[in-house]
């Protein structure tokens, strides 16, 4: 079974710094890598996914995540946080054809304007 | 957009109740799934559904049973509730391959139990 960590617990940060979050998966096949964000009071919203072809892809609201299969690592980045990015952040995978999509423990983000 | 509804926002029961958590999905997706949401933990799966009838244990389904007599209800169960299924339950819904696999989450169901 996939397991995914993300390193990062609880991050703050000021308005317009840059933002990266870690996230790496244990499975050596094939996967399908996702960022969901979950905003104070809100539901999980995708983020962004990776199933193949460019290992860079662009998401909603700026953030672009980064698939590097050697360091089996999906990292999450943006160049420019606003306050409004203060939320908390799950990274998933899922192996393709399995049902199971299994979750990172998040990163809670928090933006200081 | 796909909707996923869960009918109970907050919810207090005592332990030893019966406790039913309904969850409806208006895009006929095969696939649904029960998680509860804690923090440091993430999202952990306690059961899916990949059709009608038909179910499968997900990581932590001790506690638990499910329901799914309708394509569109998964209903998860909590026989006798304890304070440490005190939690946030997530339904989701999985759209088919053709339209990118993509997870779509209820509004969650925030359960105390006293």
């Known amino acids: 079974a996939q397991s995914v960590s993300q390193h990062n617990h609880h991050v703050i940060l000021s308005e317009a710094a840059s933002l990266e979050l870690g996230c790496n998966y244990s499975?050596?096949?094939?996967?399908?890598l996702f960022w969901y964000v979950q905003y104070p009071g809100q539901h999980l919203q995708l983020l962004l996914k990776?199933?193949?072809?460019?290992?860079l892809v662009k998401g909603i609201k700026g953030f672009e995540a980064e698939f590097i299969k050697s360091k089996f690592s999906f990292n999450l980045r943006k160049p420019s946080v606003q306050w409004s990015d203060t939320a908390e952040y799950f990274c998933?995978?899922?192996?393709?054809?399995?049902?199971?999509?299994?979750f990172g423990a998040g990163t809670t983000v928090t933006v200081r304007a | 957009d796909v909707k996923v509804t869960q009918s109970s926002r907050y919810l207090v029961k005592r332990t030893g109740e019966k406790v039913f958590l309904e969850c409806v999905q208006d895009?006929?997706?095969?696939?649904m799934f029960w998680y509860r949401q804690d923090p440091g933990l993430g999202l952990r799966l306690i059961y899916f559904?990949?059709?009608?009838?038909?179910?499968e244990k997900g990581d932590i389904p001790e506690g638990y049973s499910v329901s799914r007599e309708k394509k569109e209800r998964f209903s998860l169960i909590l026989e006798s509730a304890s304070t440490n299924q005190t939690s946030m339950y997530l339904c989701?819904?999985?759209?088919?391959?053709?339209?990118?696999?993509?997870?779509?989450f209820g509004e969650g169901s925030w359960l105390t139990v006293v």
């Open positions: 989701a819904t999985r759209a088919p391959m053709t339209d990118g696999n993509t997870i779509y």
């Open positions: 895009m006929d997706h095969e696939n």
């Open positions: 499975y050596g096949g094939t996967v399908n």
């Open positions: 990776y199933f193949s072809g460019d290992p």
């Open positions: 998933a995978v899922n192996v393709p054809n399995d049902y199971k999509l299994s």
């Open positions: 559904s990949y059709d009608v009838k038909m179910k």
